[in-house]
């Protein structure tokens, strides 16, 4: 008997998608969004159809909550989810976060793992059981929806785990969450933990299961799909993979997973797959993570095809090396096409295809950028504009940015560096000296902009061929143990380096104001 794809679609069960880049993913060392950055990314990922977006960590700081709240109040047709501690301060916080929101969740946990209680929580089984009914029943107090996770719940001993699902369950949580903390767990170890969870505890019939994979061991995506094979029904999990340490399990590499291999995985969601490349390109550009060329998905190689046998295969039929279109994706092949002739609506319509859909006053920036571009560049290639929209993104609500920059080199020192900034709009200069041009630039930055920070990487990379391309450099500085990245393309390599690491420093500083009140806030699950 023939299944129409309408049956057979209805035959398929639902995993919810539930996204944490603005909230794990932010944790990651390094990594920092603006209030308006974490906007823009909401919006993304509700036309992506994503159905939980868990917005931050309201208590963590005033920007935390502020940001929680005002996507609240933007976001319509996705869950907007908060974390919360076990503690009433926390749950409260987080509930006013949420209550603009037209459906709202709050997701408390507590460590249950002897290793955590012993050493986190220096709590007893027993004192960590009560506050599990004690929060969520104060977090059902706020919502329907109460999302509880047990962090550390794959090195837990299983029958405390089976105690405190159900002192959840009984206290109102209708989502309930088995995180792989630390990357531990192995699949089929992950699948028969739901399995046995599911099987053993009274009242997991009425409650969604959710897994929430790292990546320590590089088994965070197939731990989420065995997850789901073994019951669960939710995935936690975020664009481009980051999150603390070794990352999270990628949204992007989960919900193609699931979509290509539908004849094994009889699962489904609801993404809206066209814009997963569009998500991965804004957060890779505010976020300052460069997103690796072999990445899953997403990556600039990912349906690149350079072996000759590779090629001829392609040219014949696609589905010899390619298992998804990258039209699927939002991806496109690169083309030739655009040039300092080109117009404004030509130039909106290669953004489009390439994933961007920017506001008026961000496209007159982004269209002047371009046209400044191909006046030194005889050929635009589609990384080029993808370089410079990333850059426009990554230092738009900057408050200290590059405006000129002289630099004298060459074999005779010392190289001298001179320097304009602005700072919330007025201007201060400076001049250095260093061992090299670019240590002379930074030395200037130095000099405008006093500070701490110790720079830990400084990385330079061509974005196309030929001597006119532009350079792609990647900064990274340390300061009292926050660690900030920064990015910038220009033709100038010295002037990207500059803009770089000016990028940077405006996200250490912006990591500062959003320190957390205390150093037991944090927490990657």
Partial sequence: MTVSVSNAASERDRVIIF?????????????????????????????????????????????????????????????????????????????????????????????TSPVHMKWKLQMEPEQVLEMVTRSVGHARNFTDDVEWSAEDATR???????????????????????????????????????????????????????????????????????????????????????????????????????????????????????????????????????????????????????????????????????????????????NLVMGKHSGRHAFREKLKDLGYELGQNALNEAFQRFKDLADKKKHVFDDDIIALVDDALASSADKVQVKHLRVIAGTEGPQEAFLTVTIDGEEKSANATGDGPVDAVFNAIHAVVPHEAILRLFQVHAVTEGTDAQAQVSVRLEEDGR?????????????????AYVNALNNLFARKEKSAPSAKVASGF
């Fill in 19 to 111: 996204d944490t880049t603005m909230r794990d993913g932010e944790q990651s060392p390094g990594a920092s969004m603006s209030h308006e950055e974490k906007l823009e990314l909401a919006k993304i990922l509700e036309d992506m159809k994503v159905d939980v977006i868990e917005a931050g960590f309201p208590i963590a700081s005033n920007g935390d909550f502020e940001a929680v709240r005002a996507i609240s109040q933007i976001v319509t047709e996705s869950v907007v989810c908060g974390l919360a501690r076990a503690g009433a301060a926390d749950i409260e916080r987080c509930a006013e976060a949420i209550k603009p929101a037209k459906r709202g969740r709050i997701h408390t946990f507590i460590s």
């Fill in 156 to 334: 837990t001993e299983r029958d405390f785990l089976l105690r405190c699902v159900e002192a959840a369950i009984k206290a109102g949580a209708t989502t309930i969450n088995l995180p792989d903390t630390v990357g531990y767990t192995y699949p089929s170890e992950y699948a028969d933990l739901f399995r046995d969870v599911i099987a053993n505890v009274p009242g997991a019939d009425k409650v969604i299961f959710s897994t929430h994979c790292h990546n320590d061991l590089g088994l965070a995506v197939a731990n989420s799909i065995a997850g789901v094979q073994g019951g669960a029904r939710q995935i936690e999990c975020a664009i481009n993979g980051i999150g603390e340490r070794a990352g999270n399990a990628a949204l992007e590499e989960i919900v193609m997973a699931l979509k290509v291999r539908g004849d094994r995985l009889p699962f489904m969601t609801g993404v809206e797959t066209q814009h997963i490349t569009r998500a991965s390109r804004y957060v890779s550009a505010i976020t300052g993570f460069p997103v690796q060329f072999n990445k899953a998905i997403v990556g600039k190689n990912a349906f690149a095809h350079e072996s000759g046998i590779h090629q001829d295969g392609m040219l014949k039929n696609a589905e010899t090396y390619e298992i998804m279109k990258p039209e699927d994706v939002g991806q496109i092949e690169s």
């Fill in 483 to 499: 660690i900030a990245t920064g990015s910038a393309a220009d033709t100038d390599t010295l002037t990207a380096s500059a803009k």
